[in-house]
């Protein structure tokens, strides 16, 4: 028989854990509504209907929930096909990867790159793993390295894959997403990528490009900068880039001259 101060204390305690609950699950709530409320803000419907598909697959943050083989892979399943006809068709030996996050897109790299057939390695860097998930982390074929992605050091460590891995590189910036870490990125690519290498810049569709209209320069301002000074380094996969309509990447798929 527990004594009536010890029957006291208890009750206290579950109704002190039952508003801590009540407390968060209305803290959820109050999030979801914010949400709902900066989507409908930020929608500004047009024409075009892929463009709204755009808008809607980003506000509803649905390549937030995308997952590749139980791992997060923030992507547009439109861009992973893509990608996937991309690595089929370039047999690259390397596929570099700024922003690893989770893993999912560097195990969706590795899974597809396994397929066809030929010695590879993925690249995949990050300035902090700690989200990096188990599954990705154990797949031998990628290499996972925590540091930013514009040190020398990196630069270094892919001109010695591209020795020990002979052939064609895919890269895909997907990282810290202001215009001038983009552009320092495709800075430190500049002399490790040749003539047929495939570059590709994620989420240049910030700043209005259609999502997120006032989020201020990004990639797609990164490219531009970029090729106005190196008017002559890419050449843009137009029919890729428009093939299914829409991207997370718009202005971003470049084939290295
Ligand atoms: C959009 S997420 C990457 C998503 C992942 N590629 C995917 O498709 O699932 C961006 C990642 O970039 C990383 N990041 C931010 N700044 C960075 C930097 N300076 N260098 C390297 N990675 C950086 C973040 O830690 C984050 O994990």
């Not at 996050?101 to 995949?124: C, D, E, N, W």
């Not at 074929?141 to 020795?163: K, N, Q, W, Y």
Request: aromatic share 12%; net charge negative; with cysteine.
């Amino acid at each position: 028989m527990l004594a009536a101060t010890e029957v006291d204390r208890n009750t206290k305690r579950r109704t002190a854990a039952a508003s801590a609950g009540s407390l968060r699950s209305r803290a959820a709530g109050a999030k979801k509504l914010v949400k709902a409320a900066l989507a409908l803000y930020l929608y500004q419907p047009t024409e075009s209907e892929s463009e709204e598909y755009h808008k809607w697959y980003f506000n509803t943050l649905v390549w937030k929930k995308t997952t590749w083989m139980g791992v997060p892979c923030w992507k547009s399943t439109a861009d992973m096909w893509n990608y996937q006809e991309i690595l089929f068709e370039l047999k690259p030996s390397l596929v570099i990867e700024f922003g690893t996050a989770h893993g999912g897109s560097a195990l969706f790299y590795a899974t597809i790159m396994r397929q066809v057939g030929q010695p590879f390695k993925v690249f995949s860097v990050d300035i902090n793993h700690k989200r990096l998930e188990r599954a990705a982390r154990r797949d031998s074929d990628i290499l996972f390295v925590e540091s930013s992605s514009t040190v020398p050091a990196i630069g270094e460590h892919i001109e010695h894959l591209r020795s020990e891995f002979p052939g064609k590189i895919f890269a895909i910036l997907d990282s810290d997403h202001s215009m001038n870490h983009v552009l320092a990125e495709m800075k430190l690519l500049r002399p490790l990528l040749c003539a047929g290498d495939y570059l590709i810049v994620e989420d240049s569709c910030l700043n209005g490009h259609p999502v997120l209209p006032g989020w201020g320069p990004g990639p797609y301002e990164a490219i531009e900068a970029y090729e106005h000074e190196f008017p002559q380094d890419y050449t843009h996969d137009v029919a890729r880039e428009n093939k299914f309509g829409w991207t997370f990447a718009p202005n971003g798929f470049l084939i290295r001259n």
